[in-house]
């Protein structure tokens, strides 16, 4: 089954479909600069519209990327509070588009 929004997947191989501010922040509070260095969310379809990834950074910190090629965006940024990451996410993904969702019945 596929996610109805978007996925998250981690290099450790985590995967949540649909994840809440509350996964995310628990799949970046598992991150380490070993062998779990970033995560992916991006919508569950070929060739999405938009992405955005966490990174661990060596010098400690996170680095941030949010790209959407609809709307010509590419930002990098860097965040030390992985609760204040997992907010600001959720609500820049709720602003995206979502072309393969179905839409809502009418009543």
Known sequence: MRAEYYRAD?????????????ALF??????NSTDNTFVVIQPDEDDPAWSTSVTVLDDGGYEVVRRD???????????????????????????????ERAAPAEP
């Open 26 to 31: 628990m799949l970046f509070d598992d991150l």
């Open 69 to 99: 090629t609809t709307r010509r965006e590419h930002e990098v940024g860097t965040g030390t509070s992985i609760d204040r990451i997992a907010r600001d996410l959720t609500i820049w993904m709720a602003a995206r588009d979502f072309p």
């Open 10 to 22: 981690s290099e450790n191989g985590d995967h949540i479909e649909d994840p809440s501010e509350d």
